[in-house]
């Protein structure tokens, strides 16, 4: 039975794992079919279309996907929904801050969805404004440490471009800098032959919140449901753990 038990294990894991990639798909496809709408449907003047095309390449989106959704949010082919784009804030278990930024195309749907979440989870959603001042708007270009360069080399690239920090973190380089900035930055790196992974403005914690193994297992589980709604498209959290913490995290995945 060992062997069967084994399988079904596997077959689940695999179908959490395409259920995600499934997920993250949708969400970088919308991504590119807003920056169309937004900015029109052509990469080389619409930066912010060239990094969501980018992201979606790095994680594997079929070019076809990718072209339908520019032609859908440049109105050179139907059926593009309108979205709109509204941040939740709230606290998860622990005390940890939450922004939900959601991409929707219907309004009551996406606060259903992100107010069950956070009730189901032991969290609660709060009023504008009241977790918002807790993370700081920045542009965040992120680096895989496969592409052979160190962290001096990324700095050299990029310092006279505007980037203010590269932070070594896990198998990546994290640069930041203004988000005025970023596209500055993003074309530094290119000029300079380094690939990037993606390259877009983010929330990042001002200060954090340290939890324990089981906290960081209540937080993560909040983190799960949000991203069972199809309308929730970033989450930001200021939760942190210690190395120990992580490992005992990360040896139950």
Known sequence: ?????????????KAAIDAKRGKLFARLIKNIEVAARTGGGDPAGNPTLYDAIQKAKKNSVPADNIDRAVKRGSGAEGGGAQYETIMYEGYGPGGVAFLVECLTDNRNRAASDVRLAFTRSGGNLADPGSVSYLFTRRGIIEVPASSGVDEDTIMEAVLDAGAEDVEPAGDEFVISCDPGDLVQVRTALQKAGIDYDSAEAQFVPSTEVELDLE???????????????????????????????????DSEE
């Open 215 to 249: 906290g960081v297992q209540k937080a993560t589980r909040l983190v799960d449901a949000l991203e069972d709604s199809d309308d929730v498209q970033n989450i930001y959290q200021n939760m942190t753990m210690s190395d120990e913490v992580r490992a005992a995290f």
């Open 1 to 13: 039975m060992s062997g069967h038990s084994k399988w079904a294990t596997t077959k689940h894991k």
